[in-house]
């Protein structure tokens, strides 16, 4: 059962467009709600993250919108550039503790 | 610093076989974790730690173990190889809950033949 289900798998954007990754979860019992990016053969690094008491939160190009009745949260991309290519995982924290449930991912490429 | 560093960097292994991932971080972190990372699945918690000697068991915990005996080094131990095993494999570490990035390290990708 994947408690955090993330869509889609893979997305194409024109340089400049806005690409949207969305996540939804089914439990919760979650404090803490962070999107990470991967560049092929690295680990992923942290790129923004949210708390269910925000309905928004916006860093540079990158923002978070949640949507705590819905059980939703979504990565937006603005001005979207080749160097933003990459893999995206939302996840979540389970309350209290350092246990995370990720998303299966989505690979955005986005063309010059 | 050199954050989370794992080795090796590949590895491949017989069925049956048994051998020991290796992960350290210098950053004092209390906080370490393991997960695999399999096409099409995202990443899958195997054991974290929240400090020297404790240790917990996450979403596929089955085949491995880990120990914490120092806060700076966290193992992950394939006591029997089995091509499901198959995979590439992240330390992470952080502070602590209220803190709340994750580092990662590089990875190891291993095969399982």
């Known amino acids: 059962q994947q408690q955090v289900k993330q869509s889609p798998q893979s997305l194409i954007v024109q340089k400049g467009g806005i690409s949207i990754i969305n996540c939804a979860y089914e439990n919760t019992a979650f404090d803490y709600f962070p999107w990470y990016q991967q560049f092929p053969g690295k680990g992923p690094a942290l790129l923004i993250a949210?708390?269910?008491?925000?309905s928004e939160k916006k860093e540079g190009r990158f923002t978070i919108s949640f949507n705590k009745s819905a059980k939703q949260f979504s990565l937006h991309i603005m001005d979207s550039q080749p160097g933003d290519s990459a893999t995206y995982f939302c996840?979540?924290?389970?309350?209290?503790?350092?246990?995370?449930?990720f998303g299966t991912g989505t690979r955005l490429k986005v063309l010059a | 610093n050199a954050g989370v560093t794992q080795t090796p960097k590949f590895q491949v292994l017989k069925t049956g076989q048994s051998m020991t991932l290796q992960c350290a971080q210098d950053?004092?972190?209390?906080?370490m974790s393991w997960y695999r990372q399999d096409p099409g699945m995202g990443l899958r918690l195997i054991h974290y730690s929240v400090g020297a000697g404790i240790t917990d068991q996450g979403e596929v915990p089955n085949g491995y173990n880990v120990s914490r005996s120092t806060t700076e080094d966290f193992p992950l131990r394939l006591l029997s190889a089995a091509p499901s095993q198959t995979s590439v494999y992240f330390c992470?570490?952080?502070?602590?809950?209220?803190?709340?990035?994750?580092?990662f390290g590089p990875g190891t990708r291993l095969t399982v033949t």
């Open positions: 949210i708390r269910p008491d925000v």
């Open positions: 950053m004092n972190h209390e906080y």
């Open positions: 992470a570490s952080s502070y602590g809950t209220d803190s709340y990035e994750q580092y």
């Open positions: 996840a979540a924290r389970w309350y209290g503790t350092y246990k995370y449930i």
